[in-house]
């Protein structure tokens, strides 16, 4: 960033309090998105905690599908043909809700069921204890991926809008502010060397003035005295006018 | 049927009776199971089934080495060696061996029914007589119908079906575009028609589920096979049948134990029932009124057999009611092997290798998910 700019602004009073209002809505902006990274950041430690655990249980649940997974196929044979070939609408489904945190809003997802199980009569004659304990283990991982899912898609995002907001808040601190700064002091510089130009001047003037003022009064003086200046009447003099009849 | 079969037997069928004893002699013992289950990683597990009869059966996969792959490896094997088995046979051996396939489960498909299945099933029955084959065959069939029905490629389902479910018309199975089309054209396909005869009429197959028409399916399968063997008489009637009756009694436990809190009902639940077997009738129309375990043990009670078995459900080892049956019916496997000339040593060979890969595949997972809780719940079977 260049450092030693400013806005180029003829230095007047209006346009020193124009920068002032500047300054100051620059100040309060840095110090709102401040406060906006703050709540973010401490969202998204919140979630980083939740996603570590939520990872843990998943590790766990899935070890535990796994090895049902096993137990069944030891039990019932090899159903996986069946499953694959059966498959045709979704029983567990996903709705996206949004959810606002200081104006950043995140992508969070439920789940929900829909319809029966078609694979309920699966494993009939066979390993049907099995399958349906394998089917509540998978249940319950699917559940936990979605909720993984949500919270690492708000992760990212967050990070994302964190990163904005900082980027933001440091550039309003260190490049915008000092240039209105350095602006206003610019204003301020200008603006009192102009002042002190008009007092020098009106100071010269007046020298010069009563310089002049000396020197038609000696003129004038020298002039009385040869006896070449003439009063001009004086109207406001009482006299006798010699024109009068009557007094 | 025939008297005295010590004398004949041994003319057809004595060669592969010999060749089966021997395979049963190589399957994995007590303490090759506690090896295994110290093993740390699938290496481990593979350099000790290099020890057993397995030996170099994963040789050629490279790294790294999955759960699925010893699945599959295991069970081209045994698939090996029942074709071999298959192949030599001559009748009525051959048809017993060919009842017998439709019990290997493929990779199922089923999708609700609708009249393309129906058609498509009606299609691919006929053929030869139920066989052992049938029960992988009905699921391939299952499968194939699917597939149809949701016109996928024909190579694509093809591989997923099981190889002991193979039968040649498999590809014709597909062409058929509408149902009446499969309905009318390839009606003479495959050995499962009378199957399908018995259960269903080509409308009814709309609304069926496909879980309930694959377990009809099986009920009548299981009773053709049991008519059979029963008819074939013999050592082989005294030593199938009530392997057949266990497993026809078992089968109506579990369904009852599975639909309960599901959308099956009462009556439906009665029909998906095999007609023989010791709980026929009573015990079927006291299970079919059944609405949760207490009152099906109630049911088990009466019979001095399955009384012991649902004690020790639930015991020490959290034994669920399948492990049980599963374990009896590994020793009923075993003791087939006390009598000579007859085919139940195939049928029990057969059962104790799957029983087998089902171990082996069950202590390979809980090593690679490093869940060693469970390790021992294998079913022991020497």
Known sequence: MSGKDRIEIFPSRMAQTIMKARLKGAQTGRNLLKKKSDALTLRFRQILKKIIETKMLMGEVMREAAFSLAEAMFTAGDFSTTVIQNVNKAQVKIRAKKDNVAGVTLPVFEHYHEGTDSYELTGLARGGEQLAKLKRNYAKAVELLVELASLQTSFVTLDEAIKITNRRVNAIEHVIIPRIERTLAYIITELDEREREEFYRLKKIQEKKKILKEKSEKDLEQRRAAGEVLEPANLLAEEKDEDLLFE | ?382
């Open chain 2, 1 to 382: 049927m025939l008297e005295g079969a010590e004398l004949y037997f041994n003319v057809d069928h004595g060669y592969l009776e010999g060749l089966v004893r021997g395979c049963k002699a190589s399957l994995l013992t007590q303490q090759d199971y506690i090896n295994l289950v110290q093993c740390e990683t699938l290496e481990d597990l593979k350099i000790h089934l290099q020890t057993t009869d397995y030996g170099n059966f994963l040789a050629n996969h490279t790294n790294p080495l999955t759960v699925s792959k010893i699945d599959t490896e295991m069970r081209k094997r045994l698939c090996g060696e029942f074709e071999y088995f298959r192949n030599h046979s001559l009748e009525p051996l051959s048809t017993f061996l060919t009842y017998m396939t439709n019990e290997f489960p493929a990779q199922e498909v089923c999708t609700p029914c609708s009249q393309t299945l129906v058609t498509m099933f009606l299609r691919v029955q006929v053929n030869f007589h139920p066989v052992k084959r049938c029960s992988y065959m009905i699921d391939n069939v299952i499968l194939l119908m699917n597939g149809a029905l949701q016109k996928k490629s024909v190579k694509e389902i093809l591989g997923k079906c099981h190889p002991l479910g193979r039968f040649t018309e498999m590809e014709a199975v597909n062409i058929a575009e509408t149902p009446s089309d499969l309905f009318n054209a390839i009606l003479i396909e495959t050995p499962l028609a009378p199957f399908f005869q018995d259960c269903m009429s080509e409308n009814a197959l709309d609304e069926l589920n496909i879980e309930l028409l694959r377990n009809k399916l099986y009920k009548s399968y299981l009773e053709a096979f049991y008519k059979f063997c029963k008819n074939h008489g013999d050592v082989t009637a005294e030593v199938m049948c009530p392997i057949l009756e266990f497993e026809a009694d078992r089968r109506a436990f579990i369904i009852t134990l599975n639909s309960f809190g599901t959308e099956l009902s009462k009556e439906d639940r009665e029909t998906l029932y095999p007609t023989f077997g010791k709980l026929y009738p009573e015990g079927l129309r006291l299970l079919a009124q059944a609405e949760d375990f207490d009152q099906m043990k109630n049911v088990a009670d009466h019979y001095g057999v399955y009384k012991p078995l649902f004690e020790a459900v639930g015991g020490s080892g959290g034994k669920t009611l399948e492990d049980v049956f599963y374990e009896r019916e590994v020793q009923m496997n075993v003791l087939a092997f006390n009598r000579q000339f007859h085919y139940g040593v195939f049928y029990a060979y057969v059962k104790l290798k799957e029983q087998e890969i089902r171990n082996i595949v069950w202590i390979a997972e809980c090593i690679s998910q490093r869940h060693r809780t469970k390790i021992n719940s294998y079913i022991p079977i020497l």
